[in-house]
């Protein structure tokens, strides 16, 4: 598999895995490298920054050298996503952030003003943004115009695992930003991924899909090999759809082909 570049990390898994609902530490770990992930999120409002013991979240994912992407999970206002940005900087020792601000608490779709206002301003601040957002290629453009280093729009509802639900615009994504482009949210299964990646996204972010699955573990392997094709079959090229039969093996030179009735 080729790298992935996004700012001045590059990687060489195209998968970005969650580290919430797995349901136990070990699981989680072993479905962790079971991914192949080097990049691993956490929702900074929802763990225990205090707790220094060589059990939590944060010393079991550093022991096993993942990258920590905090994110601003639970977060409705830009003024929220902001503070706890800080937060995470400070206690995490990075300027890397997800940005994550809901609009809705049902569906947990992105508050886009509030979203570009937050970016805008992390990003002022040194912050390297990484933002999930609508899958709208308007939003994209703006976000990467402010100088966020990728773009995460969603692929469905979080947590939904209902797939890739519009992939005209994120192929319309694709095309719009130079930016990588990151599916965030919304996978169910392997081939979610597969598709992705061969609509040309430079990676896929997921958690519920391994986490809740009833086998996690195997389910991270899949995810893997699911990237991997995908990724490698956007490389290939695939043939163009027709609505008609073409012949796999040519006519030309077949016996009582030529000359005859």
Known sequence: MDSLKIA???LQSRLILGSARYPNPETMLEALRASGTEMVTVAIRRVNLKDTSGENLIQLLRREK??????????????????????AREA????WIKLEVIGDDETLFPDVPELLKAAEQLISE??????YCNDDPVTCKKLAGLG???????GAPIGSGMGIRN?????????????PVIVDAG???????AVAMELGCDGVLLNTAVAEAAHPVKMARAMRLAGEAG?????????????????SSPLEGMIGFEGHD
């Open 8 to 10: 001045d990390r590059t």
């Open 231 to 247: 990724r490698l079959a956007y490389l290939a090229g695939r043939i163009p759809k027709k609505l008609y039969a073409s012949a």
């Open 148 to 154: 966020c280093p990728a773009v995460m729009p969603l």
């Open 66 to 87: 993942y990258f920590i992407l905090p994110n601003t999970a639970g977060c409705f206002t830009a003024t929220e996503a902001v503070l706890t940005a800080h937060l």
């Open 167 to 179: 992939p005209y615009n994120l192929r319309i994504i694709r095309e719009m930003v130079d930016t």
């Open 92 to 95: 995490l020792e990075t300027n």
């Open 187 to 193: 996978v169910g299964t392997a081939s979610d991924v």
């Open 126 to 131: 040194g912050f390297v943004v990484l933002p």
